[in-house]
Structures are given as C-alpha cells and as structure tokens.
C-alpha cells in the first residue's frame, strides 16, 4: 500500500504528462488507461455517475476552443479536461482525505490547514446529500424546481434551508471538535505515515519517465 504522499505525487506527475501531450491518440490512450484502472478499482458505476457531470463541461470547453482555435484543438481541450479530471477521480477514490490530511501534517502542514481540507471533502457528499433532501421535499410540496428562469424566483425556497442546514453542520462539528481537545498541542495519530523502499521506487520511476516523455516531446 503506498503512502498517500506518493499517491499525490503520482498523481501531479500524471498531470504534467497529460498537460504537455499533444497527439489525440496518445492522449486517448492515456485516458483508456485511466479508465481501464477504474475499472479494476471496481469504481465503474461511480466514474459513470461522475461522468454525467463532467462531459458537459468537456463538451463545452471544448466547443469554446473548436470555435476559436479550430476542430483540432477543441477535440484535445475536451479530451484533456476529461482525462486529467480522471486522474483526481483516482486519487480521491484510492486515497481517503484524513489519511491525506494527516501525512501532509507529517511533512510540516499546519494540522489546522490540514483538518480544514479534510474535513471539507468529507462534508462535499454530506452537504449534496441534503440539497438532494431540500429539492425533494420542496416538489412534493409543489414548489417548481426545474432549472429555468421560470423557477428563478423560487429558489429561495432551496437555498435558504441548505444554508441553515449547513450552519448547524458546521455548529455542531465545531462544538464537537472542543469537546475532543482539537486546539490541544502534541497530537498523534493513529497511524505512522513514512515513506518505504517502495514508495521512494514508485516516485523515482515516475519522475524518471517524466523525463524521458518530457525530454523526448522537446527533442
């Protein structure tokens, strides 16, 4: 099991090398990879759910670069966007934000800083788990919710109980966070984040073919 460092690390290396492909075949065969990794991670229904999200955005940003740069390029802006928002949707689906969090804080992060970013992807699902919960209960009560300016002047209706929900949240895990002597100094942590033989293998080998793809595309 790599440590979550290294996972961050792979992942930023990944990202370099999807930024400066250039081919639309290679950049493919980059994303099948990808895909193919999801795939044996058995997170494919999930990479479904957050394609439906993601290929509108693709699709859009790349018609803005097909309209001022021309077919080619709009074809590789949008298979680009999609590949390196596939390289997060590993990360985050192999690497849980408080193991994250916590060997940043090994490294010299701030462990406030480091809560803080934990704690804010743990809460993504939480607070659209309960938008889902408003726009339910607001339909059944007959309150249009369909996007449309037709139902502008009913979104009030939605975004006022989010906000309220969400301080009550944020009440709550702050009272909590007190009662278990958060601002106390020297905290340990359940588990020892370290660096092994593999870990510093898998980074080598990824820099070194960074350089290499890096090297040979300026060659």
């Known amino acids: 099991m790599l440590d979550p460092r290294t996972k961050l690390i792979l992942t930023f290396i990944f990202t370099v090398i999807v930024a400066f492909t250039s081919g639309i075949l290679t950049l493919a065969s980059q994303w099948a990879?990808?895909?193919?990794?999801?795939?044996?991670?058995?997170?494919?229904?999930?990479?479904?759910?957050?394609?439906?999200l993601v290929v509108p955005m693709a699709v859009f940003f790349g018609g803005v670069t097909w309209w001022a740069a021309g077919s080619l390029a709009g074809c590789l802006a949008a298979l680009k966007l999609l590949t390196l928002t596939s390289v997060f949707f590993i990360f985050f689906a192999v690497t849980s934000p408080e193991d994250m969090a916590n060997s940043?804080?090994?490294?010299?992060?701030p462990y406030t800083a480091a809560f803080v970013f934990s704690t804010a992807m743990q809460f993504v699902p939480v607070i659209g788990r309960k938008a889902r919960n408003i726009l339910?209960?607001?339909?059944?009560?007959g309150i249009p919710m369909a996007p449309g300016w037709a139902a502008l002047r009913h979104y009030p209706a939605f975004l006022i109980p989010l906000l309220i929900q969400s301080f009550q949240l944020a009440e709550?895990?702050?009272?909590?966070m007190e009662a278990r002597g958060f601002s106390?100094?020297?905290r340990t942590f359940l588990k020892e984040y370290r660096l092994r033989p593999l870990?510093?293998?898998v980074i080598a080998a990824g820099l070194c073919l960074l350089m290499v793809l890096l090297l040979f595309r300026y060659r």
């Open 199 to 201: 870990d510093w293998g």
């Open 104 to 109: 940043l804080v090994k490294v010299g992060l």
């Open 184 to 186: 106390r100094k020297g």
């Open 33 to 52: 990879i990808l895909v193919i990794f999801v795939i044996g991670l058995r997170k494919t229904k999930d990479y479904l759910h957050w394609l439906r």
């Open 136 to 141: 339910d209960a607001q339909k059944a009560r």
């Open 172 to 176: 709550e895990l702050a009272e909590a």
